[in-house]
């Protein structure tokens, strides 16, 4: 880390947003950190050979005004190679992230063959191998996110046995999806649904361990849900249902602290000055404006809202000056100024 590169105290892991392929970019980021400034925020999962080899400008770089500004931002890498992953680490140094996470839950086909994701949890050994080199690359916090087991894992022995394994090599932070990952069979998508969720688990885990942060990830899709598994870890991490009605991010945090919800027409006219400017930058438009789309759910105008930011926005070229107009006749909507 270079002196002038600032470096971010990660505040608390009691509100997370996962890190989710092709959803939780830059832009994503900054809506959310809109909605949630407390959250702690996760990139897409970026490989570590593609850190080393690859545009790290493009796959690491945070919206300027991010970085440095209270927003905590974790960077998620992949692999399975303990001197590639050091590396990798030690070139995100510059970017501002707040925590480097290893990703140890992804079932997909592609990172399985990639030797990384979900089926190191079959190699306890090698994956604290791989936090033990990352560590030792950074004076950041190195976390892990996993699952409770594969396939035909002991979910028991299993899981006490990697936890114990990455704990012994000095992680404290540990992002667990309560659920098992079927590693053939299923696709991505249906290891999200179909495997069943066992909080108790999860809890088992967090009590056993009660010297590690557990934060539970995985089918929290409501606020009392939420709140209620609080209770027993040290946070919780919501994915789909924090892209997809985003606003519960807000309500949690209010839940939490006793704060206050911000405005949906604020945070749409907050996004829109960022579409400015990065319009202004070459951005298409609806690069930003594909992850504001859950913005209004379960209020007046929502698909209004959904249909023309979805419909208009690849072809505008004026900034933030469609969410500006579509903002004003959702509000006008809600209080029954239009039909």
Excluded at 35 to 41: E, Q
Excluded at 77 to 89: K, V
Aim: proline letters at 5%.
């Amino acid at each position: 880390m270079t002196s002038d590169t600032p470096k971010i105290p990660v505040p608390g892991r009691r509100l997370c947003v996962a890190p989710m392929m092709d959803w939780t970019d830059r832009h994503c980021r900054h809506f959310h950190r809109h909605i949630a400034p407390g959250a702690l925020l996760f990139t897409e999962m970026v490989t570590a050979d593609a850190v080393i080899h690859g545009d790290r400008d493009r796959l690491l770089a945070q919206a300027p005004q991010d970085v440095g500004a209270g927003v905590c931002v974790a960077l998620q890498l992949g692999g399975s190679d303990p001197a590639r992953l050091a590396e990798a680490t030690r070139l995100a140094a510059d970017y501002g992230y707040a925590e480097i996470n290893l990703n140890v839950g992804c079932p997909s086909d592609r990172v399985q063959s990639g030797r990384f994701g979900a089926c190191l949890m079959a190699e306890p050994t090698l994956v604290a191998d791989c936090m033990a080199a990352m560590m030792a690359a950074t004076d950041l916090p190195v976390t892990v996110k996993c699952r409770i087991g594969i396939d035909d894992m002991d979910p028991e022995a299993g899981l006490d046995d990697f936890i114990d394994a990455v704990a012994g090599a000095g992680v404290r932070v540990v992002y667990l999806h309560a659920r098992k990952a079927w590693l053939s069979g299923l696709s991505p998508k249906e290891n999200r649904d179909i495997p069943p969720l066992d909080y108790d688990r999860a809890a088992r885990l967090a009590e056993r361990r009660r010297d590690l942060d557990i934060i539970l990830n995985g089918g929290l899709d409501s606020v009392d849900d939420a709140l209620r598994e609080r209770s027993r870890f040290a946070g919780v991490m919501l994915g789909r249902a924090a892209y997809r009605t985003p606003m519960i991010l807000a309500e949690l945090l209010a839940a939490m602290d006793g704060g206050s919800v911000p405005a949906r027409v604020e945070v749409a006219h907050r996004m829109a000055d960022y579409a400015d400017s990065q319009v202004a930058e070459g951005v298409p438009l609806h690069a930003v404006t594909r992850h504001m789309l859950g913005l209004y759910h379960g209020q007046r105008g929502a698909r209004l809202w959904r249909r023309h930011l979805g419909e208009e926005a690849r072809a505008r070229r004026d900034g933030g000056t469609l969410i500006r107009e579509v903002a004003a006749a959702c509000e006008a909507m809600a209080t029954g100024l239009a039909a």
